[in-house]
């Protein structure tokens, strides 16, 4: 069973930075690519970003490139979502989750992901 717990979440000013982690556990979390989702109040969940198992490879969607960077760290398995230039729509709960193997980097379906965190809430004030 793989568990994945995301913190670093808050309230933060417009233009503001926050950085989330999303902590996995089991052994096998460098075989797997990762990504970044985000469900605003009344909207369904959308892609922000995802990253290969080496972290050579990323994808980003269109609202949040240029501002946003997926990384992460195989030792710790960890991987983390640094949030610059931050607007009140960015304002969200924020799930990180386990992509399967069989899905290409780039897809934002969240049917392409096996495992999910519970999400961290981000608050962006104007």
């Known amino acids: 069973q793989v568990q994945l717990v995301e913190s670093g979440g808050g309230l933060v000013q417009a233009g503001g930075s926050l950085r989330l982690s999303c902590a996995a556990s089991?052994?096998?979390?460098?075989?797997?690519?990762m990504g970044w989702f985000r469900q605003a109040p009344g909207k369904e969940r959308e892609f922000v970003a995802d990253i290969n198992w080496s972290g050579t490879s990323t994808y980003y969607a269109d609202s949040v490139k240029g501002r946003f960077t997926i990384s992460r760290g195989n030792a710790k398995n960890t991987v983390y979502l640094q949030m610059d230039s931050l607007k009140p729509e960015d304002t969200a709960v924020y799930y990180c989750a386990r992509k399967r193997r069989e899905a290409s980097l780039g897809s934002g379906s969240s049917g392409d992901y096996d495992y999910w965190g519970q999400g961290t809430q981000v608050t962006v004030s104007s």
């Open positions: 089991g052994r096998t979390f460098s075989n797997y690519a």
